[in-house]
């Protein structure tokens, strides 16, 4: 397997089993890199421990995942969003005086700005942005600074989409040094789904009639599920709800005000397995996020690969749209506007062709652009950038398109 000169170490907030499409991101993009030869860490906190179930105060944690090494810092406690981790200073600081080693940093994540800030290591790093702060208005202020100085040292800043940039003014102070680099995913279990996976579809399938309409994501307030309820009146069939989160009493009340508690099943978190069978068995995925923390929206790129077409919402200045384009892959309709999403639904039940049609899209864009190895590539193109180097003959094969 050809190697790399320089080691990569992602500093991220969480990693799976944490749910969460940053966290998914990161292992996908970190598997891939150390599929394609490279020497890969992730640093990140332990957000659940595993071995005594808490949340709160965790232990730290050593895992081979593939043949990425990571470690999850225990946690003593956490405030405002902000991860208290004893062992971080040391552990970034050794990382950091490793020779050719490379930082790739995954935001938000105040508790990696903050570290970095402080130990000011003189090694390289490149900063994923995957969103602004929106909601949080006394940490988006607070960590600014500190922002400000991690940003400016940066090789290069990343954003998942180019449209993302023009909404940020945060990003805007840092015009000549971005780069995007679009998620990825690993396509094939999606594409070709296990046997297990067709099961439960099967499964969904017999159980509540069609046709099922989707919604995948955690219940907080910019993933807009109140949106899609709302629509549910207007349209057959039933909703299943794949996620948790704190808004999910309030939801589930607001479904029986309007009648409709009966025509939703909530599914919390199901396995991988689960996860895409539900996708396979549903007629399209209800994707109406409202906010730009809803960057670019990962779970789209996984219905697509399912051949589930996506209806999602025209975010200004978010890559939602981009990654799912109306009329090519699947169909965006106005924010908010639940009347509009029923209306997009009851489209994919009436009109002749235009499922399979958006299914076709769908699978073919999903495979082709979003692919987790030629994320993983480009993601080298622009690490030689960031690092003023040229790629050695080791790295150039690597990069080729197989």
């Known amino acids: 397997m050809k190697k790399f000169p320089y080691t990569i170490c992602h500093l991220a907030k969480y990693y799976p089993p944490m749910p969460g499409g940053i966290e998914t991101h990161v292992q996908t993009l970190a598997r891939a890199q150390a599929d394609l030869g490279a020497d890969v860490r992730v640093l990140c906190v332990n957000g659940l421990d595993k071995r005594t179930r808490q949340s709160l105060r965790t232990k730290t944690m050593h895992e081979l995942d593939n043949n990425v090494q ?35 940093v995954h935001t938000p994540n105040p508790t990696m700005l903050a ?154 978190r199901l396995s991988p397995d689960e996860l895409i069978g539900a996708y396979h068995a549903a007629t399209g995925l209800w994707f109406p996020s409202n906010v730009r923390s809803e960057g670019f929206g990962l779970v789209q790129i996984e219905a697509m690969a399912s051949g589930c077409p996506v209806i999602n919402a025209d975010i200004p200045c978010s890559g939602v749209p981009w990654v799912s384009r109306h009329e090519k892959e699947g169909l965006t309709i106005p924010l908010n506007d639940s009347t509009a999403l029923a209306r997009a639904a009851k489209r994919l039940l009436d009109e002749p062709g235009l499922r399979h049609r958006l299914t076709e899209a769908s699978i073919e864009r999903a495979c082709q652009e979003f692919d987790h190895m030629t994320m993983a590539r480009r993601s080298f193109e622009i690490y030689a950038h960031a690092l003023g180097s040229v790629y050695t003959n080791a790295q150039a094969e690597i990069l080729q398109v197989e």
Request: charged content about 20%.
């Open 70 to 104: 990571v470690t999850s810092l225990g946690r003593a406690f956490s405030f405002a969003r902000f991860d208290v981790c004893p062992e971080l200073p040391r552990t970034l600081s050794e990382l950091a005086n490793r020779p050719n080693t490379l930082l790739h």
């Open 115 to 268: 570290a970095l800030m402080m130990l000011r290591p003189q090694i390289p790093w490149v900063i994923t942005h995957h969103s602004d702060i929106i909601k949080q208005r006394i940490l988006k202020y607070a960590f600014r600074p500190i922002e400000h100085v991690v940003y400016s040292r940066a090789s290069r800043i990343l954003t998942t989409s180019h449209e993302y940039i023009e909404g940020s003014k945060f990003l805007r102070l840092y015009k000549d040094n971005l780069s995007s680099l679009p998620l990825g995913l690993d396509c094939s279990g999606y594409v070709q789904p296990s046997e297990a996976a067709l099961a439960y579809a099967r499964r969904l399938k017999e159980t509540y009639d069609s046709p099922i309409w989707l919604s995948v994501g955690r219940l907080v307030y910019y993933k807009a599920l109140h949106v899609a309820i709302k629509a549910l009146r207007l349209v057959p069939g039933k909703l299943l709800v794949v996620g948790t989160g704190p808004l999910e009493k309030e939801l589930k009340e607001q479904a029986k005000q309007l009648g409709v508690e009966n025509r939703i099943v909530w599914l919390g």
